[in-house]
């Protein structure tokens, strides 16, 4: 039976998947047809640098998410999918989407509600 993960481990991990871009790029590559090249991601997750997607890929590759594959031509070519376990974060992640539209309009009300009382 698997040891159940420790607090810290747990938010360590919701950290990792709940900063500003990964979830953009893991759905946006779901989108795309689970297997994109650089290129392509960086045009479907509007505002990422080409640093900052850099960086979230090699997260997602290290983490297991994402697998890289590089193809030996002239111009190397390079292609990113998604794997079983990132699939697996699919779900989840679009039950946040689907929320996050529902409310978005309430949520931006209370803001406003809460600035002009000068709270």
Same mark, same amino acid.
């Given at each position: 039976?698997?040891?159940?993960?420790?607090?810290?481990?747990?938010?360590?991990?919701?950290?990792?998947?709940?900063?500003?871009?990964?979830?953009?790029?893991? #759905?946006?590559? +779901?989108? =795309?047809?689970? $297997?994109?090249? *650089?290129? !392509?991601?960086?045009?479907? /997750?509007?505002?990422?640098?080409?640093?900052?997607?850099?960086?979230?890929?090699?997260? #997602?590759?290290? +983490?297991? =998410?994402?697998? $890289?594959?590089? *193809?030996? !031509?002239?111009?190397?070519? /390079?292609?990113?999918?998604?794997?079983?376990?990132?699939?697996?974060?699919?779900?989840?992640?679009?039950?946040?989407?689907?929320?996050?539209?529902?409310?978005?309009?309430?949520?931006?009300?209370?803001?406003?509600?809460?600035?002009?009382?000068?709270?």
């Amino acid at each position: 039976m698997a040891r159940p993960a420790s607090p810290l481990a747990v938010r360590e991990l919701l950290s990792r998947i709940g900063d500003k871009w990964t979830i953009f790029v893991v #759905l946006s590559l +779901d989108l =795309l047809g689970g $297997r994109a090249r *650089f290129s !392509e991601l960086e045009r479907a /997750v509007p505002g990422i640098s080409q640093r900052m997607l850099a960086v979230t890929l090699r997260s #997602l590759e290290r +983490d297991g =998410l994402v697998t $890289r594959e590089v *193809f030996p !031509e002239v111009a190397p070519r /390079v292609e990113y999918e998604i794997t079983s376990l990132g699939r697996s974060l699919l779900a989840p992640t679009q039950g946040l989407v689907d929320w996050a539209k529902a409310h978005w309009e309430k949520v931006r009300a209370m803001q406003s509600h809460y600035d002009s009382a000068g709270t």
